[in-house]
């Protein structure tokens, strides 16, 4: 299967996961493609909110993983944004996956993956799955085994 692994990623957590991910899914037999999304200017909080630079096609792919963080309960801005501007995801087969700081998933990882999951469903993809990572827990190496190894199985 040809996998996009589509990702917004700041201070570096998350795509050090989508990272992992890849490898994963590679070795799992897959061709897998990492993208990431870029806004204008320098890579800062104070940039998420400019137009985006780069602008993943998702037409190659078979199936597609966003992955971004938590910003106060709700997705990254840019990957809000890239999402909103797709024209559909009909046919798409989705997981996501996201990393907050916090240890609990109900402060912002919970709501931000039905944010995904909503938009993603109502441009027509079939969301299979969705994991979270909470950076700030003794735990941290886990989570990302476990979100790890249950992303990779759906596909
Ligand atoms: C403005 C802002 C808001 C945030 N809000 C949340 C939040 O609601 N819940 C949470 O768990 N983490 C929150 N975080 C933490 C980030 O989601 C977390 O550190 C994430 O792993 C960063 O990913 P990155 O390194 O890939 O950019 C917030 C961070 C910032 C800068």
Excluded at 136 to 151: C, K, T, V, Y
């Amino acid at each position: 299967m040809h996998i996009g692994i589509i990702i917004y990623s700041l201070g570096g957590n998350t795509i050090s996961v989508a990272v992992q991910l890849e490898e994963r899914l590679s070795t799992a037999g897959h061709d897998v493609t990492l993208k990431r999304i870029e806004t204008v200017g320098p890579a800062s909080l104070g940039t998420e909110d400019a137009p985006l630079k780069s602008k993943p096609a998702l037409d190659a792919y078979d199936a597609l993983i966003f992955a971004c963080p938590v910003r106060g309960g709700v997705p990254a801005p840019p990957m809000m944004r890239y999402l909103e501007q797709l024209s559909s995801l009909e046919g798409k087969e989705v997981a996501l996956l996201v990393t907050g700081f916090f240890p609990v998933a109900d402060w912002g990882r919970n709501q931000t993956l039905a944010q995904l999951k909503e938009i993603c469903e109502s441009k027509g993809a079939h969301v299979r799955g969705a994991e979270s990572v909470g950076w700030f827990s003794l735990n941290r190496g886990q989570q990302i085994s476990s979100a790890i190894a249950s992303l990779s199985e759906l596909f």
